[in-house]
């Protein structure tokens, strides 16, 4: 359902994330269908970085964040995705600690499910286990705001353009970000890289 257009507000966006936000400021049970366009996918990435234990709540929080700020939404923009990543990425970022012991595990035991997607692109040749735990570790180490566009790119499938909004930093950045975490990545794994290659100036 899409609401009669909020007194004093401009006509409704086209279509898209923004239709939806903008309606849910007249009718906020609108917002659901926010929810349930993404939930899914935001709850798949917030547990590879923190655990299926934390990402309920990260998800509960993005979505709350989201619905107590949607007045200030950009109706420009037609995908939400990026927007609720970056929230997404910012109570990740409060939990810092928690995603460190967690690398930091698995590359003592080899056993993450949350590296297990970059093990699976690694050459056949090159033992599983082994991939995860210096991935793990290698992940670990990288500074927050490197495995943020790191990880954006490869497990939210988010663009420059989108990491970029996502983050509030220049593509510029999303770039150089990219490359430093890529090249410490590979430099962990041997001079091999089971994440995307090639792309660095896409």
Sequence with gaps: MIALIPSGRAAPPAAGDARIIWSSLSAPEVFTELYDRHAPRIHRYAARRLGADRADDIVADTFLTAFRRR??????????APWLY??????????????????????RTGASPVTESYAERADERVDAAGVRRALAAALAALPARDRDVLLLVAWADLTYEQVAEALSIP??????RLHRARRDVRAALGG????HEGDDDA
């Design 71 to 80: 007045g200030r939404y950009d109706l420009t923009r037609e995908d939400a």
């Design 86 to 107: 970056g929230i997404a990425a910012n109570l990740i970022g409060k939990h810092h600690r928690a995603e460190i012991r967690m690398h930091r595990a698995y590359a």
């Design 171 to 176: 593509v510029g950045t999303v770039r150089s």
């Design 192 to 195: 091999r890289h089971p994440i």
